[in-house]
């Protein structure tokens, strides 16, 4: 019987594969494998190829217990089912909402529903079994009495009250003292930050959680001054916060949340009331309008991360929400993901499920560094509001946008169905359009938006946009650059063809490349066409530009629309 592998039978192994591979040469150690494996997330923090006990990080404690990293409750039970709905006629709304709480939803999210259309909207609804949380923005103090007033004593769910969320969203101020008018109101909680506003303008996840951090050390600050109790302040307050795709990401950041948050408790002489309550939205900003099926596996790997990582109540988009208003359809897949996740596959029986791997607890203890830090230099800058008002979480959001846009544009972040494998002859389901957001404040970033652009304006085009097709050699030795350049072009809604067009793209091989490149673009350029690329790299008389893995697939694009003349709608 062989002796088991160690981790330096590892690094040489991998190191071997690096070296044929090119990315390391033959005098690097196996102590360097890590280090060329490794990668980077948007806060900077360095993910290895491999995690050891060695990396494990400090002890978590136990569900239940301070800091809560592994859970507010010391026994497994499902999260809450809580669906969205922001149809703005009462009586769709309505029919929605029962259709959801009699088919597995647990509680209900209403997004901008007039305040004067609420009892209407929640007709039939047993307020004191079904919590329902408003998200009313400007409304909201009126939205939030007109909610109190409705029948029944025992109301749950929360008033969605979120000054300094809504001013992030739409630039104008906003007074906090609208949390000590409602807590004086209303038995039900009345706060919701909502830190999706940062995840949705480009956010890294520390950013994310310093910016909802400091949001609720100030609605705290708020809510003792009006006179509650630090305790009393704490019941308050949900924390919303955006899932996505990347599960252990998701994971990680809702552990690292509920640490930071009880480190907040501690510093308020509560740390037993440090629990911080979850909501887990699937991200917006990873949904895509083209190929929108792909939606369902986002949100079910991301509505996977938000249950894994603990989140207390956690809503599903349906796959259509970036064309419009869901349909029945819809919503009811995006119910079924969830019930799918905590009754069949038991994700909810198990209590912090990921807890003791020591990549999740090395993520989780640098995310929560991370994200303190973010919180500290926001109130160095003089609090949230502060923060906001001159622009520092603006620039602070920005430079990672634009690192998010860099990668997008470079497909590092490959978008399925859109800046990879599209679909040029889909059929996509049509909704009625929904209501639009806030908007004047942090830019609101759709992942996909770059390349969708490039997609509406060629399909408005009278002729397909169509890039003419010249390869060179047997197809053995073209076909896989021949398959490359279709993608690439198709993902601007672009054909690759054997048709004449004024842009060409030569595929072959590298040694065809030298021996007939230069000639067979002089061809081209004599036959009109105007611009010649090439899939892959070198340099070769005639050719124009060149296409190939790490390219700025975006640029190529809308380089190719300029070049044919297609025009935005």
Same mark, same amino acid.
């Given at each position: 019987?062989?002796?088991?592998?160690?981790?330096?039978?590892?690094?040489?192994?991998?190191?071997?594969?690096?070296?044929?591979?090119?990315?390391?040469?033959?005098?690097?150690?196996?102590?360097?494998?890590?280090?060329?494996?490794?990668?980077?997330?948007?806060?900077?923090?360095? &993910?290895?190829?491999?995690?050891?006990?060695?990396?494990?990080?400090?002890?978590?404690?136990?569900?239940?217990?301070?800091?809560?990293?592994?859970? *507010?409750?010391?026994?497994?039970?499902?999260?809450?089912?809580?669906?969205?709905?922001?149809?703005?006629?009462?009586?769709?709304?309505?029919?929605? &909402?029962?259709?959801?709480?009699?088919?597995?939803?647990?509680?209900?999210?209403?997004?901008?529903?007039?305040?004067?259309?609420?009892?209407?909207?929640?007709?039939?609804?047993?307020?004191?079994?079904?919590?329902?949380?408003?998200?009313?923005?400007?409304?909201?103090?009126?939205?939030?009495?007109?909610?109190?007033?409705?029948?029944?004593?025992?109301?749950?769910?929360?008033?969605?009250? #979120?000054?300094?969320?809504?001013?992030?969203?739409?630039?104008?101020?906003?007074?906090?003292?609208?949390?000590?008018?409602?807590?004086?109101?209303?038995?039900?909680?009345?706060?919701? &930050?909502?830190?999706?506003?940062?995840?949705?303008?480009?956010?890294?996840?520390?950013?994310?959680?310093?910016?909802?951090?400091?949001?609720?050390?100030?609605?705290?600050?708020?809510?003792?001054?009006?006179?509650?109790?630090?305790?009393?302040?704490?019941?308050?307050?949900?924390?919303?916060?955006?899932?996505?795709?990347?599960?252990?990401?998701?994971?990680?950041?809702?552990?690292?949340?509920?640490?930071?948050?009880?480190?907040?408790?501690?510093?308020?002489?509560?740390?037993?009331?440090?629990?911080?309550?979850?909501?887990?939205?699937?991200? #917006?900003?990873?949904?895509?309008?083209?190929?929108?099926?792909?939606?369902?596996?986002?949100?079910?790997?991301?509505?996977?991360?938000?249950?894994?990582?603990?989140?207390?109540?956690?809503?599903?988009?349906?796959?259509?929400?970036?064309?419009?208003?869901? #349909?029945?359809?819809?919503?009811? &897949?995006?119910?079924?993901?969830?019930?799918?996740?905590?009754?069949?596959?038991?994700?909810?029986?198990?209590?912090?499920?990921?807890?003791?791997?020591?990549?999740?607890?090395?993520?989780?203890?640098?995310?929560?560094?991370?994200?303190?830090?973010?919180?500290?230099?926001?109130?160095?800058?003089?609090?949230?509001?502060?923060?906001?008002?001159?622009?520092?979480?603006?620039?602070?959001?920005?430079?990672?946008?634009?690192?998010?846009?860099?990668?997008?544009?470079?497909?590092?972040?490959?978008?399925?169905?859109?800046?990879?494998?599209?679909?040029?002859?889909?059929?996509?389901?049509?909704?009625?359009?929904?209501?639009?957001?806030?908007?004047?404040?942090?830019?609101?970033?759709?992942?996909?938006?770059?390349?969708?652009?490039?997609?509406?304006?060629?399909?408005?085009?009278?002729?397909?946009?169509?890039?003419?097709?010249?390869?060179?050699?047997?197809?053995?030795?073209?076909?896989?650059?021949?398959?490359? $350049?279709?993608?690439?072009?198709?993902? *601007?809604?672009?054909?690759?063809? #054997?048709?004449?067009?004024?842009?060409?793209?030569?595929?072959?091989?590298?040694?065809?490349?030298?021996?007939?490149?230069?000639?067979? $673009?002089?061809?081209?350029?004599?036959?009109?066409?105007?611009?010649?690329?090439?899939?892959?790299?070198?340099?070769?008389?005639?050719?124009?530009?060149?296409?190939?893995?790490?390219?700025?697939?975006?640029?190529?694009?809308?380089?190719?629309?300029?070049?044919?003349?297609?025009?935005?709608?």
């Amino acid at each position: 019987m062989s002796a088991p592998a160690d981790l330096q039978d590892w690094r040489r192994l991998a190191l071997g594969v690096l070296r044929k591979s090119g990315l390391a040469d033959d005098d690097a150690p196996p102590e360097a494998v890590a280090e060329l494996l490794s990668t980077a997330t948007y806060d900077g923090l360095r &993910i290895a190829p491999l995690y050891t006990a060695a990396d494990a990080a400090p002890p978590a404690g136990q569900p239940g217990h301070v800091p809560f990293v592994r859970g *507010g409750c010391a026994l497994p039970r499902p999260w809450d089912v809580r669906q969205r709905h922001a149809d703005p006629d009462p009586k769709v709304t309505r029919a929605a &909402i029962l259709s959801d709480l009699e088919n597995g939803a647990t509680s209900v999210w209403l997004a901008g529903l007039a305040p004067g259309d609420l009892a209407e909207a929640l007709d039939g609804v047993y307020l004191d079994l079904a919590p329902v949380v408003l998200d009313n923005g400007f409304d909201t103090l009126e939205a939030a009495r007109a909610f109190l007033a409705l029948p029944g004593s025992d109301k749950t769910g929360n008033l969605g009250a #979120d000054p300094l969320g809504l001013t992030a969203r739409s630039g104008e101020k906003t007074e906090l003292s609208l949390l000590s008018v409602l807590a004086r109101e209303s038995p039900v909680p009345v706060a919701t &930050i909502d830190a999706t506003v940062y995840h949705d303008a480009g956010a890294a996840d520390a950013q994310e959680l310093g910016y909802a951090t400091a949001t609720g050390v100030a609605y705290l600050r708020e809510l003792v001054a009006g006179g509650l109790s630090a305790g009393m302040a704490l019941r308050q307050l949900e924390f919303r916060f955006a899932a996505t795709a990347d599960q252990f990401a998701t994971i990680a950041k809702l552990r690292a949340a509920r640490r930071v948050w009880a480190r907040v408790a501690q510093v308020c002489d509560v740390p037993h009331l440090g629990a911080q309550r979850q909501h887990a939205v699937t991200s #917006d900003a990873m949904m895509t309008a083209r190929d929108p099926w792909t939606n369902l596996l986002r949100t079910t790997v991301a509505c996977f991360g938000a249950g894994a990582g603990g989140a207390d109540a956690v809503t599903v988009a349906p796959f259509d929400a970036r064309l419009g208003l869901p #349909d029945g359809f819809s919503r009811r &897949i995006a119910r079924n993901t969830q019930s799918l996740l905590i009754e069949e596959a038991g994700v909810a029986r198990v209590l912090d499920p990921a807890g003791g791997s020591w990549y999740v607890e090395s993520l989780t203890d640098a995310l929560a560094h991370a994200a303190w830090d973010v919180f500290n230099e926001v109130e160095r800058a003089g609090g949230m509001a502060a923060a906001l008002s001159s622009g520092l979480v603006e620039d602070r959001v920005g430079e990672v946008r634009q690192r998010r846009l860099d990668d997008l544009a470079h497909r590092r972040q490959p978008i399925t169905g859109v800046s990879e494998f599209p679909d040029l002859a889909e059929r996509r389901p049509v909704r009625p359009p929904a209501p639009l957001p806030p908007g004047g404040g942090l830019p609101r970033m759709s992942y996909s938006q770059g390349f969708e652009l490039l997609r509406d304006a060629a399909d408005a085009a009278p002729q397909p946009p169509t890039v003419r097709l010249v390869t060179l050699g047997p197809p053995a030795t073209h076909s896989a650059r021949v398959s490359f $350049a279709a993608n690439l072009f198709a993902a *601007g809604g672009v054909r690759l063809a #054997d048709e004449p067009s004024p842009v060409a793209c030569v595929c072959g091989s590298e040694r065809s490349y030298a021996e007939e490149a230069a000639a067979t $673009a002089a061809r081209l350029k004599a036959e009109g066409v105007r611009k010649v690329w090439l899939a892959g790299k070198g340099s070769y008389e005639g050719v124009d530009a060149y296409l190939f893995t790490g390219c700025d697939a975006l640029g190529v694009l809308q380089q190719t629309h300029r070049d044919l003349g297609v025009v935005a709608p």
